[in-house]
């Protein structure tokens, strides 16, 4: 018992002691902060965009708790910088406390409209300044800004989006997405600016969007262009002289430009050329992080294809990179990398021809359970259905087929529908271990009516496929494999490269 009494005698006297003390005592900030980085880079953005939110982390690394007097901008009231200090939004901020050998963190954003420095590029800086005097320490802000052209659905009288109508469901109610008609004169897109499009802009009857060599087009999520009956789709990229800065090449890729976002799949819709489009032609375009890269619609039987499609790259998709349902694509130089599924999905049926094309799958992002290249008669999206089509012709010549799964190939016919397909100097990754395939007369290698020279599990070693980077590695089979008289249809790589000498396989020339 008298223990207990002195026990909460000595609690009261220490509570009544603390009580009694003055608020912590800070020392004044000596002018010897330490900065997560030097400066901060809010990488590119669209003109009137937010930027992502940026974060500087702020040290004390003396063994004193110090008040900062004040962080600020340089630009004051003026800035179009916006901070949030320990919680705090605003543009200044003093006596912030930091204890001896912690952090504070400091959260910087951005939106600034281009437009009156009547330039396409601007560089907007500005500077976070810590304490004033000889003890003033700065950090520079750094954002670049782009002009660009918005495209986008109208708000309509009753405050709604404006729409497009893709059909009746089984009920007879209207099927719609947000998006809108391009026109005439948005139907030219060029390189003078990047191009920034909300919803899905369409491509009407009897109307060519065309987009020039070296146009950037950025996609806002759920967006993508429908190109609909009577319409048509022109990319005319040209081979590029830097492989980096791919200044001619046209590029297809979400509206998110900081560093983070360049390989994540699933920003933004499709390419949509839908049933009844018609002389589509797209040469030397890039796309990247669509859900669906490329979807092809309709016309099987058409004397042109539906797609000509020409040095090429689809990759990051995070369901498929090209899918061509019941309908005709020629592809020479084409390279469909990774994707959440398949790299080339071909269902109901069609007619199909692609030269010198990589299909490769080495997706990583998450588990993957579809073949690098998927052809079928069913509707892939619904199995069960009734729907499908023949397979006219499915021709693959000096192609590559390959993946980091044991069997990248996959083919299924619907009873009742015909199925001609040839591959001819394929390299081919299938290694059927288990022998489910034993005798399904479908993969039947030593039938030459649809294989001939199929190099089955040959090392393709491509240089970096996790990076989607398939050019031919020192140790690849690929090399000199291809036949000379398909090659001679497709004289250059996709690099113009001379192939027309001991062709490799696949859209690139080693």
Not at 69 to 90: C, F, H, K, M, W
Not at 296 to 308: F, H, K, Q, R
Request: contains cysteine.
């Amino acid at each position: 018992m008298r223990f207990l009494f002195v026990t909460l005698l000595w609690l009261c006297t220490l509570v009544c002691f603390t009580s009694c003390r003055k608020d912590f005592e800070y020392a004044p900030s000596s002018g010897q902060l330490e900065f997560s980085r030097d400066t901060v880079f809010l990488d590119t953005v669209f003109s009137n965009i937010g930027s992502s939110t940026y974060s500087l982390k702020v040290y004390n690394r003396s063994n004193r708790d110090i008040e900062i007097p004040t962080i600020r901008l340089a630009e004051g009231n003026n800035s179009l910088y916006r901070l949030n200090v320990d919680g705090q939004a605003g543009k200044s901020f003093t006596d912030i406390p930091l204890f001896s050998g912690d952090s504070l963190y400091i959260f910087i954003e951005t939106t600034f409209d281009v437009a009156p420095t009547n330039q396409n590029e601007f560089l907007y800086v500005d500077q976070l300044l810590f304490d004033r005097g000889v003890n003033e320490q700065r950090i520079p802000l750094v954002t670049l800004v782009r002009d660009a052209v918005f495209l986008y659905p109208a708000t309509l009288a009753d405050g709604s989006k404006e729409s497009l109508l893709l059909g009746l469901d089984e009920e007879g109610r209207e099927l719609r997405i947000s998006g809108f008609l391009l026109e005439d004169d948005e139907l030219q897109f060029t390189r003078e600016k990047p191009y920034v499009i909300y919803g899905y802009a369409a491509v009407s009857d009897g109307k060519v969007l065309t987009v020039e060599a070296g146009s950037r087009v950025h996609f806002h999520k759920d967006s993508g262009i429908l190109v609909g009956t009577g319409g048509s789709i022109r990319v005319e990229g040209a081979l590029s002289e830097d492989r980096e800065l791919m200044e001619n090449e046209v590029i297809f890729e979400g509206d998110r430009l900081e560093p983070e976002f360049s390989e994540v799949p699933g920003q933004w819709g499709t390419l949509w050329l839908a049933p009844g489009s018609i002389d589509n032609e797209i040469s030397y375009l890039s796309l990247k992080n669509a859900t669906v890269g490329i979807l092809v619609e309709g016309n099987p039987a058409s004397p042109a294809p539906t797609l000509a499609l020409s040095n090429t790259q689809i990759y990051n998709s995070s369901v498929t990179n090209l899918w061509g349902r019941n309908t005709s694509i020629a592809g020479v130089n084409v390279v469909l990398g990774n994707a959440g599924t398949h790299s080339l999905l071909l269902d109901r049926g069609g007619s199909y021809r692609f030269l010198h094309t990589t299909i490769a799958n080495y997706w990583s992002n998450s588990f993957r359970t579809g073949a690098a290249l998927r052809i079928t008669t069913y509707d892939a999206a619904d199995p069960e259905n009734i729907g499908g089509g023949d397979l006219l012709q499915a021709d693959f010549l000096n192609c590559i087929v390959d993946g980091n799964t044991s069997r990248e190939l996959s083919l299924e016919q619907r009873p009742g529908t015909d199925f001609n397909f040839f591959f001819s100097h394929v390299l081919l990754q299938f290694n059927d271990t288990s022998g489910e395939f034993t005798g399904n007369p479908l993969y039947d290698f030593s039938d030459t009516t649809r294989f001939a020279d199929l190099f089955q599990n040959a090392n393709a070693d491509f240089s970096a496929p996790f990076r989607n980077d398939f050019t031919l590695g020192p140790l690849s089979e690929a090399r000199g494999l291809g036949d000379p008289g398909t090659a001679q249809l497709v004289p250059l790589d996709i690099l113009g490269t001379d192939r027309t000498q001991s062709p490799s396989l696949g859209a690139y020339q080693e």
